[in-house]
Each structure stands twice: as structure tokens, then as C-alpha cells.
């Protein structure tokens, strides 16, 4: 696999090495061991979870303010537009976001570190998304930032309002509040 360092720190685009023929294709989607490699320690996934979504669905920007998740996020089905923020105090790229197209073509992922937040708008009819956490769900925990937070100025390259939950439209502005 070949990992690509990002402009946020500890965040890293996996591209794995695929091998296709007439048949079709095979390829490593989770190596613990070339993973640690790559993100310089040791990862331990307790949760995977699947979401499917249709064109123009906008979830996030998710984070937990206790027990922050880490995930490995990839693409099985569709083409989606991830985006990761960098919410950590004191990170030496705090504020930051970058973006990376994720697809069931690319087959390529993004580690998303504990301490950012997270979200992604699809951009094919729809999109299957799998991803691997570092901790469990807490939905006590869980917060969210405004995907079209002015201060982020994400470049979502959408071209009409998004379809939103009412909780990701409740979203906060960032900086989120201090909290435990």
C-alpha cells in the first residue's frame, strides 16, 4: 500500500495496491500491520460501521467531545467527496480541513485521527461508505459542526443545497465550545 501524508497532521490517504485482470480485482482493503506502519503506532478498530446515502446527502462535520473516534473510511459503492477538520487544541494544524475524493474506483481511504471531525457529501446516485473506529459510538458525545461554517470555508464543489439531517443543520460554528 502507499500512504500519502496530508496537510493535517496524522491524517493519511491510503491507496492500496490492486491486482486486476479479465476476472476482476484483488486487493488488501485492512493490513494491521502495514496500517501501524503507515500511521507510526499501534490502532486498535472496535466498531465498523455502513452507510449508504443518495446524490447531494451531506453528513457531517460529526466528532465525539469524549472518547474521540479515529476511523478509516473508504468507498464501496459510489464516489463521495470526504472531508476531515482538524478540532484538536494546541495541533500545529488546528483549523485545517482537506478534502479527498473517495470511490469505489479510486479504492483509495483516509485515516481520519482521533480529535478531528468528519463528513463527506456524495457525489454519485449513491454512495456505500464503510468505515472503522477507534472507539464506540456515544451519542451523548457526539457533536457537530455546520458543514458550511464561513470561519472553514469548505469547498464542497456543490453546486445546489445539500440534504441535511436536522441534527448536522443544528450544527455549531466553528471553533466548537470547550467541553469535557
Known sequence: MNAIATAIDGAI???????????????ESWNRRAFEAAVGGSVEFV???????????????????VRPQGKLVRVV???????????????????R????ELSADNKRQLWVP???????????????VLYKATDYYFPEHERCIRWDDPTLA????????????????????FPPPDEP
Open 13 to 27: 490517504v491510503i491507496e492500496p495496491r490492486v491486482f486486476g485482470d479479465a476476472r476482476g480485482f484483488f486487493f
Open 114 to 128: 482521533p480529535g478531528l471531525a468528519h463528513g463527506f457529501v456524495v457525489r454519485s446516485d449513491s454512495a456505500d
Open 154 to 173: 469548505i469547498d464542497w464543489d456543490i453546486t445546489s443545497p445539500p440534504l441535511v439531517s436536522d441534527k448536522d443543520a443544528r450544527g455549531v460554528a
Open 97 to 100: 480541513w482537506l478534502g479527498v
Open 77 to 95: 459503492a459510489g464516489a463521495v467527496f470526504d472531508v476531515a477538520v482538524d478540532i484538536r487544541p494546541g495541533s500545529p494544524t488546528f483549523g
Open 47 to 65: 466498531q465498523d460501521n455502513h452507510s449508504r446515502s443518495g446524490r447531494g446527502v451531506l453528513r457531517g462535520l460529526h466528532y465525539q467531545v
